[in-house]
């Protein structure tokens, strides 16, 4: 894959294009979501530069062949004992980002390794070379790798959290949906998952009205496959439990995510939607710093197992 190719489609690209003309008001959410994974590529390249104390890591541990099939894990330097392992899925539009992306473990690592997790952060491959529902097949192997190997890190390969952003919110939403997914490659059932501004649960609505040039790159013109990518309608059973964070400032994001929490609630799932006053990149860095946002989602992620709540609970005295 050629990556630089992507900026110029971004910058340009991104912001002309529906199925048809839209309004004015439209056309200025358009421009807005456009300039929002604009300003999200530029920040991919920004990595976590100095490691917290009491933090190491592992890098780049290969879960397959391809150069992109690798994950990064985060872990307290002095031994644990059974920790609770959140898989973290970085996005991009399903075309560019990484897992080293400060934005994407920062905070998140500095709130919850210290507290005695372990933090897991994947790559997996882009499109063209990949489509996302390959994408999502990829990380099925890639949670499988990495509840194999837990214990070697201290790790309880029955105490993972899927945890994703923007497109790698979709992509877990769609693993959650359909385990198939991830279970046929070999992973075992994970406690739950926490979506971060997902605008994506159903790919097929998405697909039939306006929307951004990066949805047919991503998805294509094919309704088999907008289906098959879709987690709204691969959703036909209780499934984990689900939290779907969304930002109050987008006009698809929160829409969307209670019309997946609602339906997945219809069939006995736990799940639950926490609107945020923040900005799509904002839902990503900013989870993890002191704040209402992140006591909400560690309330959700309390309520998973006892484990987690030990030690949630132990690093709040």
Not at 15 to 28: E, F, I, N
Not at 160 to 178: D, E, K, Q, R, T
Not at 192 to 215: E, W
């Amino acid at each position: 894959m050629k990556s630089q190719n992507w900026p110029a489609m971004f910058c340009g690209a991104l912001t002309v294009a529906m199925l048809a003309p839209p309004s004015a008001s439209a056309q200025t959410g358009l421009f807005r979501q456009a300039l929002m994974q604009r300003r999200l590529q530029q920040g991919t390249q920004d990595a976590m530069a100095v490691l917290p104390p009491g933090v190491r890591a592992i890098h780049d541990v290969a879960y397959g062949v391809d150069a992109r099939e690798r994950f990064d894990v985060y872990l307290p330097r002095q031994p644990v004992r059974d920790a609770p392992v959140i898989f973290l899925v970085h996005g991009g539009a399903w075309a560019f980002g990484d897992k080293a992306a400060a934005r994407v473990v920062e905070n998140k690592v500095v709130r919850w390794v210290p507290r005695g997790f372990i933090v897991v952060s994947a790559n997996y491959p882009l499109i063209p070379a990949a489509t996302p529902l390959q994408q999502a097949r990829d990380l099925g192997l890639a949670l499988a790798t990495a509840q194999r190997m837990a214990a070697s890190w201290g790790g309880d390969r029955q105490s993972f959290i899927l945890m994703g952003h923007s497109a790698g919110a979709h992509l877990v939403s769609l693993i959650s949906a359909a385990p198939s997914l991830a279970l046929q490659q070999g992973a075992t059932p994970w406690l739950g998952t926490v979506a971060l501004d997902s605008a994506a649960y159903d790919v097929a609505g998405i697909m039939q009205s306006r929307h951004l040039r990066l949805y047919d790159a991503a998805f294509g013109n094919d309704p088999s496959n907008w289906a098959a990518a879709s987690p709204e309608q691969q959703l036909d059973s209780r499934i984990a439990p689900f939290l779907a964070v969304c930002s109050t400032r987008r006009a698809d994001s929160c829409p969307q995510a209670r019309h997946f929490v609602a339906q997945a609630a219809g069939l006995g799932t736990l799940a639950r939607v926490r609107p945020e006053d923040l900005s799509h990149e904002q839902i990503n860095e900013q989870l993890g710093l002191p704040s209402d946002y992140t006591a909400a989602v560690e309330a959700f992620m309390r309520g998973l197992g006892p484990a987690v709540a030990r030690r949630l609970d132990a690093g709040s005295r």
